[in-house]
């Protein structure tokens, strides 16, 4: 049995947990500046290192790495404790950072990416799952307004960044920018998170991990290099598809039959924690999609500058903070099934809309729409989320947390690589530059199967349980979260 020792009054930078909190913000930081500071810079990237159609790979082995580690890393929290295996995230986040500021080719560098998703792939969810450690239900509507408000300075921050970087300096810079960040996280995290942790031996499932990257990665090697590399129908395609999935249900059978699977398949038999993971694929998929494309798409058709660009994105990390600090309020006043159909709702709103603003394309409509769909998400994503968390135990909630992110940023993975796939096939080998008409066309397609993944997200908000009993957490609630 493990624990993390907290006060229990308090929610704040004045409490004892307050420099935890911070610690969290920080670390929250290092990822949501991350998600939209590269985005401004693809172009950038591209034009100097070369390879296009290569880009969204920047993305898909960042993600990939991401997501295949998590649950590796919320199982050894379960056992070892949060703090050793945060730092070991930031860690390698740093790492990778550096490696990455240092790349002198566009392999180089989407190799150094998967560094970096691997202390990702600690540094996320071990934030979130901390935080589900030290407060309550009711206290995480509170902390969940500080954790939020990160991701707001972060998307005015990031694209700024991002976009003064590559205009007056180089690009390179939008990675060393992480130094300082990983310093002061691990800093703080080793002065003032104190964990007592009963160690046990335990297997750690590596046949099962490698089973998943790798079939993973041969599917979107598939879709990212099909009608690139080769054909569609060639042998090399056919056969990456085939091998992927073909090793993905070997990894089911080994995880049935693993003593300590790297994911636990019950995590996908309950119906909440089914749903929640459905919609956190959802989130991915958008998120994504809006990341890769809506810079590249106005600095095509419009001709604006990475900063412009990058400061329309960042409408859609402005909304979801505004509207998650403010989703504890909801959930708790209505329940978290009511809160995620109005967040994905919104949503299908902004992605609706988003379609209707590239056919017509202006920065105004396009930031626009942005907002609303980052709107939608803040409704979405931590509702979902915490109904997860808060139906598990201490010995559980790592796995639950691992397995909600893991399934984000698969779905970020493989949206990453079958969007890339689709505008990939409809520009037939030419750049943006080349025919930005073509490409805009190409992007609103993207924006059409964002759109239609919002609405399957919708679907799955409305498969959660209406009513959520809180289990092992400080300061239960009795009565649980209803609908």
């Known amino acids: 049995m493990s624990s993390t020792r907290t006060d229990t009054i ?12 911070i610690a969290i913000m920080v670390t929250t930081g290092l990822v949501a500046i991350d998600a939209t500071i590269l985005a401004t810079a693809v172009p950038t990237i591209v034009a100097d290192l070369g390879g296009f ?40 986040f740093l790492l990778g950072s550096v490696l990455c500021g240092f790349a002198w080719s566009m392999p180089a560098l989407i190799a150094f990416r998967a560094v970096q998703g691997l202390g990702a792939g600690a540094v996320q969810p071990m934030a979130i799952t901390i935080a589900g450690d030290i407060y309550t239900v009711a206290e995480r509507a509170k902390a969940q307004g500080y954790i939020a408000s990160v991701w707001g300075i972060s998307s005015v921050v990031g694209p700024t960044l991002g976009g003064l970087f590559s205009e007056f300096l180089s690009w390179n810079w939008i990675f060393f920018v ?30 099962g991990g490698l089973l998943l990257t790798t079939g993973m990665s041969l599917l979107i090697l598939a879709l990212l290099e099909g009608g690139n590399a080769w054909e569609w129908l060639s042998v090399p395609s056919v056969g990456a598809f085939v091998v992927g999935a073909l090793l993905l249900v070997v990894f089911v059978r080994v995880e049935q039959r693993a003593d300590e699977p790297v994911l636990p398949l019950w995590v996908f038999s309950r119906r909440l924690l089914l749903a929640a993971s459905l919609v956190s694929v959802g989130v991915g998929v958008i998120l994504i999609g809006l990341t890769s494309y809506v810079p590249t798409f106005l600095e095509a058709l419009l001709g604006v500058s990475p900063l412009t660009s990058g400061l329309t994105l960042a409408a859609l990390t402005i909304g979801w903070p505004i509207s998650a600090s403010q989703s504890g309020r909801l959930y708790l006043r209505f329940g978290f099934r009511t809160t995620a159909l109005i967040g994905s709702s919104v949503v299908v709103v902004g992605a609706v809309g988003l379609v209707v603003a590239s056919t017509h394309p202006s920065v105004l409509a396009v930031g626009l729409a942005c907002f609303v769909i980052g709107a939608g998400l803040g409704l979405v994503a931590s509702p979902s989320l915490i109904a997860a968390q808060s139906s598990v135990g201490w010995n559980e909630r790592g796995v639950v947390t691992g397995a909600n992110l893991f399934s984000r940023s698969m779905g970020s993975a493989v949206g990453v690589a079958a969007l890339g796939a689709l505008v990939n096939g409809l520009m037939h080998g030419d750049t943006p530059t080349q025919d930005p008409e073509q490409f805009g066309d190409a992007v609103t397609v993207a924006f059409v199967a964002v759109a239609v993944v919002a609405l399957a997200t919708v679907v799955a908000a409305a498969a959660m349980p209406r009513t959520t009993r809180e289990h092992g957490s400080p300061g239960a609630l009795a009565d649980g979260v209803a609908d």
């Open 10 to 21: 308090g929610v704040g930078f004045r409490s004892e947990r307050g420099p935890i909190l």
């Open 53 to 92: 159609t290569s880009f969204p790979w920047l993305f898909s082995v960042y993600l990939l790495t991401q997501a295949v580690s998590v649950p590796i890393y919320s199982k050894l929290a379960d056992t070892v404790g949060r703090k050793p295996v945060i730092l070991l995230g930031i860690g390698l």
């Open 178 to 207: 992480n130094i300082p960040l990983c310093l002061a996280a691990a800093w703080l995290l080793v002065r003032h998170l104190h964990e007592t942790v009963e160690h046990t031996r335990h297997r750690i499932d590596w046949a």
